[in-house]
């Protein structure tokens, strides 16, 4: 969607590059800078345990249309943004003029978790008031710290982290949650809390058993996913973007595949755009909305397959019960 604002802004394209890479003032390998993929992955970059990432930036922006426009004091400001860790980072980029910006921006460790995004702003004064956002990139840089290869579409990530005292602080509060499902991030990741319930990551991560360790692990499992389906789908309907006529669009990335999968299974007698369009109606308007959830969570149900995975276990226990097995 296309955001309007009450003043002028810049009507030429604004693009970002990543043109090098440090990690604690090593050189990242170009293989790990992707500018097809406009993503930078920082995972096993050669060094298990670093502080800093350091990114050098160059940016092009319509240079006579700055000049001959009626802004002042135009800046560019690389932002690098973390949803899953509310980080927020603003530098100004220096060597303006001649269409062009350069820089450096430093990604602390400490500071994100999964993936970052990293955009350009730039700002201006316009009748006086100072800051005015006048462009934007179109198509941002992600930095992932999760994954060796920089590809710019990536599955769901399952993550096993210590709620308790692990790094991630801000997961603190959920100590006592086995799993939580975070779809904050360019990404959704199943977080699996490793101190919630002893032996719990040894079950789920075994293979083999006894029936009863197998019929857990199945049910667990089967759990894991439909909340997983069930978080990802509302966090795909919370914010549609809408066209001239008010219709919903299929969101893109992994929102859209979300959607198109479940949509059949949540109103199975619409077309996905007529589902799509009833699920807007009720969140925007309120009716039906319990109703609408027991949909997704019966889809998402069935996504994961816990019917058929709750059988299973249920007919091993009881194999298990009647032959003795312990």
Request: aromatic share 8%; proline share 5%; hydrophobic share 40%.
């Amino acid at each position: 969607m296309i955001t309007a604002f009450p003043y002028p802004t810049l009507f030429g394209d604004i693009d970002l590059d990543v043109s090098a890479v440090t990690v604690d003032g090593a050189p990242l390998p170009y293989s790990r800078i992707s500018k097809t993929e406009r993503t930078v992955a920082l995972h096993q970059a050669g060094k298990e345990h670093w502080s800093v990432a350091t990114l050098r930036l160059d940016a092009k922006i319509p240079a006579e249309e700055i000049d001959e426009g009626p802004w002042e004091d135009v800046q560019c400001l690389a932002v690098l943004t973390e949803r899953a860790t509310n980080t927020r980072s603003v530098t100004r980029l220096t060597g303006f003029g001649g269409g062009s910006c350069h820089g450096t921006v430093d990604l602390a460790r400490s500071a994100h978790l999964n993936r970052a995004t990293l955009s350009l702003a730039v700002v201006g004064t316009f009748e006086g008031i100072p800051g005015r956002l006048i462009g934007t990139t179109i198509r941002e840089w992600y930095v992932d710290l999760k994954s060796a290869a920089p590809s710019r579409q990536r599955a769901i990530e399952i993550l096993q982290i210590d709620f308790r005292d692990g790094a991630e602080t801000w997961l603190r509060p959920f100590k006592d949650a086995p799993w939580l499902v975070d779809t904050s991030g360019e990404i959704p990741a199943v977080l699996i809390n490793t101190s919630a319930i002893e032996g719990f990551t040894a079950i789920l991560n075994g293979t083999g058993g006894t029936a009863g360790e197998r019929a857990l692990r199945e049910t667990m499992s089967s759990q894991i996913a439909q909340d997983a389906w069930t978080a990802m789908f509302q966090a795909a309907i919370s914010d549609l973007e809408l066209d001239e006529d008010g219709t919903p669009q299929i969101p893109g990335g992994w929102r859209g595949s979300v959607l198109t999968s479940m949509l059949p299974d949540v109103f199975p007698h619409l077309t996905p755009t007529d589902a799509l369009y009833e699920i807007n109606q009720r969140r925007t308007q309120g009716f039906s909305w319990s109703e609408l959830q027991t949909r997704m969570q019966y889809a998402a149900g069935k996504r994961s397959q816990v019917t058929k995975r709750l059988t299973t276990a249920v007919r091993s226990v009881s194999r298990a019960t009647e032959s003795g097995e312990q």
